[in-house]
DNA sequence: TGTCAATCGGTTAACGATAATCGCTTATTG
DNA sequence: CAATAAGCGATTATCGTTAACCGATTGACA
């Protein structure tokens, strides 16, 4: 009973199919920021209904990834400045809390997970894959909020970062260096999470998550809001 | 071109009306949580399309007023404890910073609307009107999360929140010593706000959420993410 | 020639009907 | 008699079509 020897079949309902298959384009660059999306086209296309489509649109809009006008029609969301700082700056304080309560309840197997994901994101550089690595990346602060033992808290996290690691790194040069720089702006959070101290976690992602944004922060008029933590003004 | 002689007029889609009237069904408790919200019975009553009604459904689900199963149905939520302690473990975490950065914020009418939502508190209650006292309480904290100027912040806590209201409040007798309690209870808030610093404002934002919910934490074995703020370990 | 209304093209919103799926009950069969 | 399959009722999922809506453009009229 413990071990089937057929996976449960995949592909959910059609409108989930659809879904996914827009957050794929939207994902690869074949949908740009802005770019409208029409029902009945991508319905054609898919060979499915517009009440499919339409389905399909409304969990993009709730993922953040797409935005509906009333009458207007869909397009592919463009985060402005200011929603790109906000974004960053609740992620920011959910993150640090997330991270310190999971270095809480850290066993050695979710540390190796964390360690396997970290080679995941080295391995995705080497190859030099951009779109793998940014998954990786992903999956990787994934584990950490799912450590948090809280499901609201990682339901929250998701929503919150989907749509930026969509629209960040895609503005963001895939240059050999920002790529190895990827690799290294991890490895302090994994030492802290080793260490065990809540702190030096807390230090350490905030500490990571500015350095990575950084190009998107400076010039924010208010830093308090994206440095709750640290520097208690 | 400043002020329109005339509002815009509202009821948006029939989607939305469908959901209004849903979620004014759930929250005045014609809906119980957990009861079965049958789609065509809706349409039926209601005398819309069996696809409005869904769309309906799917903003509530998004809101998490109802959860959908697929194939199965659609009932209406019921949070467990887990839920609720989760949720309000990650209010604790937005509240307290998005209240810190709104008293940065704050301007002299910002105030002025803060003590008139307390007034619409302690009207609500001295008219021993529970629903609406809820109603006014929300608005009181919608109008704090407003205040950080961040409208991602804002959303979220309000997408954590509302169900929070909508089925917390529902277990809690709605005696006269609670609704006195209600009004009491904020007005360490408020006090914090006119002071100016941002360390009250935290401190107060947190007691009044620990007070509030006590009876849904005591007993939380790790009380570490409910209190990240103060008390640090 | 400027203003406003009628029209038009394109798109979403809503509809009614059918198909697919679920859990449960009832047969069937070895 | 137990296990399994077939059938049933209820409910959602999907479909194709029609209605409503928005913004831009055209055209009439002062």
Redesign the interface.
């Known amino acids: 009973m413990a071990d089937a020897r057929l996976e449960p079949i995949q592909g ?2 059609r409108g989930t199919l659809v879904s996914d298959a827009v957050r794929a384009a939207i994902y690869s660059g074949r949908f740009q920021p802005g770019e409208a999306i029409r029902e009945m086209q991508l319905a054609r296309e898919l060979r499915v209904s517009q ?1 499919t489509v339409r ?1 399909a649109l ?1 969990q993009l809009e ?1 993922a953040g990834l797409v935005v509906r006008e ?1 009458n207007r029609g869909t397009r592919v969301t463009s985060l402005s400045e200011q ?1 790109i700082r ?2 960053i ?2 992620r920011l ?2 993150e640090t ?1 997330a991270a ?2 999971t270095v ?2 850290m066993t050695p197997e979710h540390l190796a997970e964390l360690e396997t994901q970290m080679h995941e994101i080295a391995s995705a550089v080497r190859r030099n894959s951009y779109y793998e690595s940014a998954q990786a990346d992903l999956a990787f602060h994934r584990a950490i909020w799912r450590g ?6 990682f339901r ?1 996290l998701d929503e ?1 970062t989907v749509p930026l690691f969509a629209f960040v790194s895609m503005r963001q040069s895939s240059n050999v260096t920002d790529l190895r720089r990827r690799v290294r702006s991890h490895e302090p959070i994994l030492a802290a999470l080793r260490s065990g101290q ?2 030096a976690v807390r230090k350490a992602i905030h500490g990571h998550l500015t350095t990575s944004y950084r190009q998107f922060l400076e010039g924010t008029v ?1 830093a ?2 994206v440095s ?1 933590d640290p520097g ?2």
């Open positions: 959910g309902s009440t389905e409304l709730h009333a929603d906000e974004r700056a609740v304080m959910l809390s310190a309560e809480r309840r948090s033992g809280n499901q609201t808290l929250l919150l809540a702190a208010d308090a809001l709750p208690k003004s």
